[in-house]
């Protein structure tokens, strides 16, 4: 089995895809019958909404275009409501939407996230962050979007650390592009926990494209020049 995104350890995922080779003679009719079979084997925290035969060329990892995450934080002064304890990070301090934002600008685009990633060896640290922005949900609960073509080990957890440093006045708006242009882990960055992490949803392109996309993903990636 192979899947779209292999999250940190504690990180939720609710857009998760995955695939598996199965022999032809060995498949059950897709369809709803077969993910409620599935459903009635599986871990109470592992529900699949749907089993599909997938196109010639499809890989859940290497032909996707791209994860979306959502990472939750509150800073009520109570802290987190605990039907969400679980999914949802508490801050003790207010957050500053519109300093992390200015500080996460400079941060898309393709680049080299070493600074934000823990290195694995011959793993290249390249990715495009398409998108990184915070936004105030149900008051006290505020939520980045962070979108990338693919992301390395602690990277959305690191970014997240960065901003909050800056959300508090510890750091300077520029503090996070200047972590990214050093090219190296500082001793300083918080990885904040798991737990307010989700994987959303992975995208994909069309049928005929997938087997080209997978192809390209599995290169070593350099930086554009």
């Known amino acids: 089995m192979s899947c779209a995104g292999r999250t940190d350890a504690g990180v939720h995922a609710r857009g998760q895809v995955t695939h598996v080779d199965v022999p032809a003679d060995r498949y059950p009719p897709p369809g709803p019958d077969l993910a409620a079979r599935l459903a009635g084997v599986l ?5 699949p909404l749907s089993v599909v035969v997938a196109p010639p060329g499809f890989d859940a990892r290497f032909s996707a275009l791209a994860r979306r995450y ?4 509150s800073d009520a002064p109570y802290g987190v409501d605990p039907l969400r304890r679980h999914h949802v990070l508490w801050h003790r301090r207010p957050l500053d939407l519109s300093a ?32 990184l922005h915070w936004r105030r949900d149900e008051g006290d609960l ?45 001793p300083a960055l918080h990885v904040v926990p798991a737990h307010g992490l989700t994987l959303e949803e992975v995208s994909y392109p069309p049928a005929d494209q997938l087997a080209a996309r997978a192809e390209a993903a599995r290169r070593k990636r350099e930086l554009s020049r």
């Not at 871990?43 to 529900?47: G, K, L």
């Not at 959502?70 to 934080?73: D, G, K, N, W, Y």
């Not at 500080?103 to 962050?129: I, M, N, Q, S, W």
């Open 100 to 131: 992390m934002n200015a500080a996460a600008e400079p941060l898309l685009g393709e680049h080299d996230f070493a600074a934000y990633c823990r290195r694995r060896e011959g793993a290249t640290t390249v990715r495009t962050l398409q998108q």
């Open 43 to 47: 871990p109470a925290d592992v529900r």
């Open 70 to 73: 959502a990472f939750r934080v």
């Open 142 to 186: 505020a939520v980045a979007t962070v979108v990338a073509d693919a992301f390395c080990h602690t990277m959305v957890r690191s970014l997240v650390g960065a901003l909050l440093e800056v959300s508090d006045g510890r750091r300077p708006v520029d503090w996070p592009a200047a972590l990214l242009a050093g090219l190296r882990r500082d």
